[in-house]
């Protein structure tokens, strides 16, 4: 069993629902990050957070620690969303070593 | 102004061959990663290194090993490549001196015929 568990595994929804994205490790973290990966291949950091909760636009990240889970939500969807969603866990060891979750393939259709 | 480059963007070669990734970072980090994607798109850590010091090595074949000549620059050398090491290589950089958020440079894509 991988150390970061994503789910879904695949999401598809119409433009402007309301989209979760779910991530469980089950290892010590000293932070983790959301990740999107575009069709093109390039990987962009949304967030890196250890607590509590984040905002950037249309996007909101939350973070609970005594329950090792993470949700990324994104409001008001855009076909411009799709791609895959990855968290990664930043372990507690120095060298802040990101073990990643298998990722979310979310499909906006328009 | 790119701020993690990786050369080259893709590359098609023969098994056998020995090939190199290079990869640059301009925001002046002291930490830097090699990353694996395979072909069902899981990431997985291969190197780091902080200030040219090896500080992660992840269970990786010896054919592969990691040169940083400064800092600012972390290249990726592959032996006698095998089919199974076709993936798309990532780079990326981090400052060292907190729980930072790392920053990826474009991905190599490297094809093993």
């Known amino acids: 069993k991988n150390e970061v568990e994503q789910s879904p595994q695949n999401l598809t929804a119409q433009e402007g629902e309301f989209i979760t994205i779910n991530c469980s490790y089950s290892v010590g973290i000293s932070a983790l990050h959301w990740l999107q990966q575009h069709p093109g291949g390039g990987i962009v950091s949304l967030f890196m957070?250890?607590?509590g909760k984040k905002k950037h636009g249309r996007l909101i990240a939350t973070i609970n620690i005594q329950e090792k889970h993470s949700s990324l939500h994104i409001t008001a969807s855009h076909p411009r969303d799709s791609a895959v969603y990855i968290c990664a866990v930043i372990g507690i060891q120095g060298a802040q070593k990101l073990v990643f979750g298998q990722g979310t393939r979310l499909t906006i259709n328009p | 102004d790119t701020a993690v480059s990786q050369t080259p963007k893709y590359l098609v070669t023969q098994m056998g061959n020995d090939k190199s990734i290079k990869c640059e970072q301009n925001?002046?980090?002291?930490?830097m990663y090699w990353y694996k994607q395979d072909s069902k798109k899981f990431l997985k850590i291969m190197f780091s290194y902080n200030n040219k010091e090896l500080i992660i090595n992840e269970t990786v074949p010896n054919r592969f090993s990691p040169k940083s000549p400064d800092k600012a620059h972390l290249n990726l050398h592959i032996n006698s490549l095998e089919l199974g090491d076709s993936a798309v290589y990532f780079c990326?950089?981090?400052?060292?001196?907190?729980?930072?958020?790392?920053?990826f440079g474009p991905g190599t894509r490297l094809t093993v015929l």
């Open positions: 957070l250890s607590s």
């Open positions: 990326a950089s981090r400052d060292g001196l907190a729980v930072n958020e790392q920053f």
């Open positions: 925001l002046g980090h002291d930490t």
